[in-house]
């Protein structure tokens, strides 16, 4: 049986992941799309070096900084580590699109270059009419502020000759594997509560230093560098915002993130809510 534990940003899914693995035997399977990156290690709150030694860890730092990864790779990459550990594995982050590709029966059909740059030039709002007119199913799922999902949508309609939510109608969606799904849950302001402490602690261990130097080593252009905690970092470096400014922006876009989370975590898993461990182990012993 595979475990599934996933929850918002900052709700302590990594300690939560190695003390399972400890007494379950099982490995520890990334599902953070950010982690996956070399050297990208404080903006995505990466595990720690000691942490890592605590448990065995897969498809964290694996991609060159300067490369590009997506969700189809995702899913080729979690599958192949599930039958290598014979399906014993915690998969544990919170990028809900990579967790439901990796273990339900997704497609991914190959996709012909498309050239994005008159809808790159739009307004968010502008962009999502558009997207509202090549696929309207779509458009109401994705928020009008979610520009990378907006643009993803347009990619796969222009490429394909058909809009996402057809392609995605085709297939079942069911899951592939004996699987269980645990999300961490907490009031929502502790969890804002818990996102302010975590962006502090982040400067404190060095964010902005981190991530000067890797600007200065790969430029801003990076898909990497679309992570909280990295972008929001550019208008400070550029002296147009104050330290403050940039803390703010960081706290507000993570948690803007962490309601975009729930709300994909509710509707797309059927997950059981837990609030420690014990539960976890209380369901997987009275459920097998």
């Not at 999300?183 to 509560?193: A, D, K, P, S, V």
Request: glycine fraction near 6%.
């Amino acid at each position: 049986m595979i475990i599934v534990l996933t929850g918002p940003t900052g709700s302590g899914k990594s300690e939560l992941a190695i003390s399972l693995a400890k007494k379950l035997k099982a490995n520890i399977i990334n599902a953070d799309a950010f982690q996956v990156y070399e050297e990208l290690n404080i903006a995505t709150a990466k595990p720690s070096d000691a942490q890592f030694l605590q448990a065995p860890h897969f498809l964290f730092s694996f991609i060159p900084l300067d490369s590009s990864y997506n969700v189809a790779e995702y899913q080729k990459d979690l599958r192949a580590c599930l039958a290598e550990f014979a399906k014993r594995g915690i998969i544990a982050g919170g990028t809900g699109l990579y967790i439901r590709a990796g273990l339900y029966d997704y497609e991914f059909t190959e996709e012909s270059d498309v050239d994005l740059s008159r809808y790159e030039k739009m307004d968010n709002l502008s962009l999502h009419d558009e997207l509202k007119r090549l696929d309207p199913i779509s458009s109401e799922k994705i928020h009008p502020n979610n520009r990378r999902r907006v643009l993803r949508a347009i990619a796969i309609c222009l490429s394909q000759g058909k809009a996402k939510s057809e392609i995605e109608s085709a297939q079942e969606h069911k899951p592939l594997y004996d699987v269980r799904f645990y999300g961490i849950t907490t009031e929502r302001e502790e969890i804002y509560e818990k996102v302010n402490q975590r962006v502090e602690a982040m400067f404190e261990a060095g964010l902005l230093e981190e991530n000067r130097r890797l600007v200065e080593k790969y430029g801003r252009e990076q898909s990497a560098f679309k992570a909280i905690g990295v972008k929001e970092c550019f208008p400070y470096f550029d002296g147009k915002i104050s330290l403050e400014e940039c803390k703010e922006l960081i706290k507000k876009n993570t948690r803007n993130y962490v309601k975009r989370q729930l709300t994909f975590f509710r509707h797309q898993f059927p997950i059981k809510w837990i609030s420690n461990e014990d539960e976890i182990m209380e369901d997987l012993q009275a459920n097998g």
